[in-house]
């Protein structure tokens, strides 16, 4: 499923590739460079945050194996870091959030960035957004939700472990445009219901 996933990000061409973090699940640290060799093929660059899954939160802390991994296949981890990239002559200051449920995400980062250039944030769990100094960047792309996975009407949401009410798609919070991706894994069951693992290609003007 991740070469097919590979593949298809590959042939959208996108400028700059975004991983919103639960890269696993309940994976021993000797499956997981295996697990994730496909993303080593991505054809552009790459960044991303650890998830709460692959943190520990709950289960075992596999986030250094997951971390040294990601490095070697060339995805730059995100984890509390500011990184100034430029896509067709543009610049953009790329943030990116330590694991919220970690304690430890610094959230007077995006207050760094150089508000001349396009602020962009990446984090895994939607409602660090919540806790963001109102308008500090211009767009947020988080993960987390898995988009409620299994969508039993008017149940799925009670399930969904997030303070506001982030399911998947675009939501305006704390005066911060964000998109919550449903992303393409599974947690606890091994299988979605009316969720499709998406691919999501957003265009910024």
Same mark, same amino acid.
């Given at each position: ?18 991983? /919103?973090?639960?890269?696993?699940? &309940? +994976? ?10 496909? @993303? #080593?093929?991505? $054809? ?68 760094? /960035?150089?508000?001349?250039?396009? &602020? +962009? ?10 806790? @963001? #100094?109102?308008? $500090? ?69």
């Amino acid at each position: 499923m991740l070469k097919k996933t590979v593949d298809k990000i590959n042939k959208s061409k996108p400028d700059l590739i975004l991983l /919103a973090g639960d890269f696993v699940w &309940r +994976l021993p640290e000797n499956k997981i460079a295996e697990k994730l060799d496909s @993303l #080593k093929n991505l $054809s552009a660059p790459a960044y991303a945050v650890i998830g709460n899954h692959d943190d520990g939160y709950p289960g075992v802390d596999v986030s250094p194996k997951i971390i040294r991994t990601l490095n070697e296949y060339g995805i730059k981890i995100l984890d509390n870091k500011l990184e100034t990239i430029a896509i067709k002559n543009k610049e953009i200051d790329l943030i990116g959030l330590k694991e919220l449920w970690s304690g430890e995400a610094n959230f007077s980062l995006p207050q760094k /960035a150089n508000e001349e250039h396009y &602020r +962009l944030l990446l984090t895994h769990n939607p409602d660090a957004v919540l806790k @963001l #100094k109102e308008g $500090s960047v211009d767009l947020a792309v988080a993960g987390h939700t898995h988009g409620g996975q299994v969508k039993i009407p008017f149940i799925y949401k009670y399930f969904i472990p997030t303070e506001n009410d982030f399911v998947e798609g675009f939501y305006f919070v704390n005066g911060i445009k964000t998109f919550v991706t449903s992303g393409i894994g599974t947690v606890g069951l091994p299988f979605r219901f009316l969720t499709v693992p998406e691919i999501d290609i957003l265009e910024i003007e």
